[in-house]
């Protein structure tokens, strides 16, 4: 009976948000409005359940992962800047939450950048050595080059410049549609995955 119910409000919901592409209505309101609710509980309880009970209250509390007083004890230094981040909500003292903000922007900008150079440029750099022995190693390795030469403004492009940065265009633009390309199949993907519970899970039209 439960499942019978949840397929039942699955269904209404997923027609809710298609009635959408007739026109803007209170059931595609409703609908986007409880997903959006709904999504954003489950974030509040899974930062609860999964970053703040083990890493924050079990340690200082309970003492569980931590092998001394010391470990246990610097835990409240983050854990004052998390709370500092909630005195948004009131004016006079929103200044302090600038402290979290800015100490949260550094740790991200610094990782960022870490994570950028050691999973992306590194990587790509090492990728692009390549041995010009293949059409595919060649159109890479042409590819790379030529679209750096179309974002180098340090010199006209003109003559041999012009035409290397044309053609980095035209790779460029292939990327693109291959990334577009890429974004309709995911969301193609999705919509027949609906479709194939509305079909099948709940109108029980193809078994």
Same mark, same amino acid.
């Given at each position: 009976?439960?499942?019978?119910?949840?397929?039942?409000?699955?269904?209404?919901?997923?027609?809710?948000?298609? #009635?959408? =592409?007739?026109?803007?209505?209170?059931?595609?309101? %409703?609908?986007?409005?409880?997903?959006?609710? &709904?999504?954003?509980?489950?974030? &509040?309880?899974?930062?609860?359940? %999964?970053?703040?009970? /083990?890493?924050?209250?079990? /340690?200082?509390?309970?003492?569980?992962?931590?092998?001394?007083?010391?470990?246990?004890?610097?835990?409240?230094?983050?854990?004052?800047?998390?709370?500092?981040?909630?005195?948004?909500?009131?004016?006079?003292?929103?200044? =302090?939450?600038?402290?979290?903000? #800015?100490?949260?922007?550094?740790?991200?900008?610094?990782? +960022?950048?870490? +994570?950028?150079?050691? +999973?992306?440029?590194?990587?790509?750099?090492?990728?692009?050595?390549?041995?010009?022995?293949?059409?595919?190693?060649?159109?890479?390795?042409?590819?790379?080059?030529?679209?750096?030469?179309?974002?180098?403004?340090?010199?006209?492009?003109?003559?041999?410049?012009?035409?290397?940065?044309?053609?980095?265009?035209?790779?460029?633009?292939?990327? %693109?549609?291959?990334?577009?390309?890429?974004?309709?199949?995911?969301?193609?993907?999705?919509?027949?995955?609906?479709?194939?519970?509305?079909?099948?899970?709940?109108?029980?039209? =193809?078994?």
């Amino acid at each position: 009976m439960t499942h019978i119910i949840g397929t039942w409000i699955a269904a209404g919901l997923t027609l809710a948000i298609f #009635s959408f =592409l007739y026109r803007d209505n209170p059931a595609y309101k %409703f609908a986007e409005h409880l997903y959006v609710g &709904v999504s954003a509980a489950f974030a &509040v309880l899974y930062t609860w359940a %999964f970053d703040i009970w /083990p890493m924050l209250v079990d /340690p200082i509390f309970r003492s569980r992962g931590v092998t001394s007083p010391v470990d246990r004890w610097i835990l409240l230094i983050p854990a004052i800047f998390g709370l500092l981040m909630l005195a948004r909500w009131f004016p006079k003292a929103a200044w =302090l939450s600038r402290w979290s903000i #800015s100490l949260t922007v550094g740790i991200a900008a610094g990782l +960022g950048i870490i +994570g950028q150079i050691q +999973g992306i440029l590194l990587p790509q750099i090492q990728g692009t050595l390549l041995p010009l022995t293949t059409i595919n190693n060649i159109i890479l390795v042409v590819g790379v080059i030529t679209t750096l030469i179309y974002f180098y403004f340090s010199a006209a492009h003109k003559g041999l410049i012009r035409v290397s940065a044309r053609i980095g265009v035209v790779f460029i633009m292939a990327s %693109f549609g291959a990334s577009f390309g890429y974004t309709v199949m995911a969301r193609i993907s999705l919509l027949i995955g609906r479709l194939n519970f509305l079909i099948n899970d709940w109108l029980h039209l =193809l078994r």
